[in-house]
């Protein structure tokens, strides 16, 4: 079946630092690549989304590139801010199975002021 | 803004004891879906929907029931609740006739089974 993995699961970081989130998935076919954020008492919300066509997202100063050959979806920002602070998750979607959504593990990133 | 809202926020119930979780959807969305959230493990697909008495099985399907009585409402079942179902439940919809479409989220209903 689907799977998307996130290697860290802690992310602690100062305002203005580079942020770099890593997430590999592994799927039979093309998925659609999601990143979802959570704030404190809220459900996920969509950051941005990738699909084949476009190969790169990007929302509200974060990027993220889809790498078919690595099967990376990795989550960038240049300069972060304390009110990035949240949990990043990593999604997919397999087109051909319905719109089943299969998440990572999630990062929790914390940004001191 | 698409809304999808969960009842109730927060549940205690006993070990063996008999929950419905309630979720209701005002967005003409086809699928919904029941998640749980656990430290470690991110979101995981309990079972979800793509219509009024349709029900898919998730990744994660032992010990709960769902059922889909309309377009809007979608119903998560503990019918003998276990300390493992402690767990944050996310209720969620989408339009899956568009593709690649987005997933919207309730807020959540924390469960503590003690």
């Known amino acids: 079946g689907d799977s998307v993995t996130q290697k860290q699961g802690q992310v602690t970081l100062s305002e203005d630092d580079f942020l770099f989130i890593n997430c590999t998935y592994s799927?039979?076919?093309?998925?659609?690549l999601f990143w979802y954020v959570q704030y404190p008492g809220q459900g996920p919300q969509l950051l941005l989304k990738?699909?084949?066509?476009?190969n790169k997202g990007i929302s509200r100063g974060f990027e993220a590139t889809y790498d078919k050959g690595t099967t990376s979806f990795h989550l960038q920002k240049a300069s972060v801010q304390e009110s990035d602070s949240a949990v990043y998750f990593c999604a997919l979607v397999n087109n051909n199975a319905g719109a089943k959504l299969t998440f990572g593990g999630g990062t929790r990133l914390t940004v001191r002021p | 803004e698409a809304a999808v809202t969960q009842s109730p926020r927060n549940k205690v119930t006993v070990t063996g004891g008999n929950v419905t979780l309630s979720c209701r959807q005002t967005n003409s969305h086809n699928y919904m879906y029941w998640y749980r959230q656990d430290t470690g493990h991110g979101l995981r697909l309990i079972h979800y929907s793509y219509g009024a008495g349709n029900l898919q099985i998730g990744d994660v399907p032992d010990g709960y029931k769902a059922t889909r009585t309309t377009q809007e409402d979608f119903f998560l079942l503990l019918e003998l609740a276990s300390p493992s179902q402690t767990s944050l439940y996310f209720c969620?919809?989408?339009?899956?006739?568009?593709?690649?479409?987005?997933?919207?989220f309730g807020k959540g209903t924390r469960l503590t089974v003690v």
């Open positions: 969620a919809s989408s339009d899956a006739r568009r593709v690649n479409t987005e997933v919207f």
């Open positions: 799927t039979t076919t093309y998925p659609t």
């Open positions: 990738v699909t084949t066509a476009n």
